[in-house]
């Protein structure tokens, strides 16, 4: 049974990985540390007797998201005595997430060492192109699901030799509206929109923009061609979120990248 | 649909809580600004306590009202997006004091 999560071999995720263990093997992170509980509502269980003699009230106040909050401070805490600097991005389908990505680890690959962890429902497609710049990668295939959760990052990373890595991205299941509420133990959420989406997707979708520390607004060699209006596009952005940091950029031709670059060697750095 | 691993989460925390003991009803606090659908919840749940101690549960949804208070003047007010100003000077830095809660407040066991 894994010791940080309670998970037992047969709800275990696929153990493809490159390095051997048993299943009773620990996380490497410092237990009893960052163990929250979400807003503070633990839970405490008192019963008592309703009208109905038959029937008894249990009050449990009990934060539905207490399991994934515990499961990524876990995560943060792990990140954090290893010194990595880790990020969450979250967009919808198709905004260019990957392709930032490559970008970017074909820029600074020789810089940092990086690690990614892809999330999609199905395929591995994304992980044969991040692993095809040298990066090492770990694809996980929520199936059915929607988002990733603490729980799969904690084991994807186990693929990785964290004492060997400076940056960690995630590239979480294209959705703008689930992955918001899942805490992952990232330091930023980062949401990618590109100039081909609607410009007011910040306030269709506010939860994630309200979330993320970071807006890369990506294909923005195609706004000669489009009616997109990116002042109208941050200004919505910023009415959600007024200290979100934004970046124009085109992960195909380049352009405004620095930016980006600058922001994730200036956290990597804090 | 994050409502299907909520229900999850939910019946998970139930089974814990209910001391093997069958669950008739289980009350949930859910704020009005936490991206849940109930009616979509309420299908996520049944799908999912069926042949448990849950299975049959009524799920009572007590929904919570967003509150908001500006960075700005420090007032509060009622907040219906997360993208509203404050109605007394117009800013946009709100920090969300209600409206987020998903909680599992109380079970009914037999």
Known sequence: MCTT?????????????????????????????????????????????????????????????????????????????????????????????????????????????FAVVEGDQQTDNDAVRIAATGAPVKQVNTGAGCHLDAHMVLHAVETFDLGQLDILLIENVGNLVCPASFDLGEHHKVVVLSVTEGEDKPLKYPSMFHNSDVMLLNKVDLLPHLDFDPEKCKAYARQVNPGIRIFEVSSRTGAGMEGWYQWLTAGLAR | MHEMSIAQSIAEICEQNAGGRR??????????????????????????????????????????????????????????????????????????????????KELEVE
């Open chain 2, 23 to 104: 669950v008739l009803a289980v009350v949930l606090e859910i704020g009005e600004l936490s991206n849940i659908l109930p009616e979509s919840l309420e299908f996520c749940f049944d799908a999912c306590s069926r042949e448990t101690l849950l299975d049959g549960a009524r799920l009572e949804i007590v929904r919570v009202p967003g509150r908001g208070r500006c960075a700005s003047c420090a007032g509060e007010f009622p907040l219906k997006a997360l993208y509203d100003p404050c109605p007394t000077c117009g800013g946009y830095g709100v920090e969300i004091v209600a409206g987020e809660e998903m909680t599992v």
């Open chain 1, 5 to 113: 999560c309670g998970c037992g071999p047969e709800q275990q995720h696929d153990h493809d990985h490159d390095h051997e263990h048993g299943h009773d093997h620990e996380h490497g992170h410092v237990r009893g540390q960052g163990h929250h509980h979400g807003h503070g509502h633990h839970s405490h269980t008192h019963a008592h007797h309703s009208p109905d003699e038959n029937t008894r009230k249990i009050s449990i106040e009990t934060d539905i998201l207490a399991k994934n909050n515990r499961l990524a401070a876990a995560n943060r805490a792990l990140f954090r005595d290893q010194g990595i600097f880790v990020l969450n991005l979250v967009s919808s389908p198709g905004s260019g997430k990957t392709a930032i990505l490559e970008k970017t680890l074909k820029d600074l690959g020789g810089r940092y060492r």
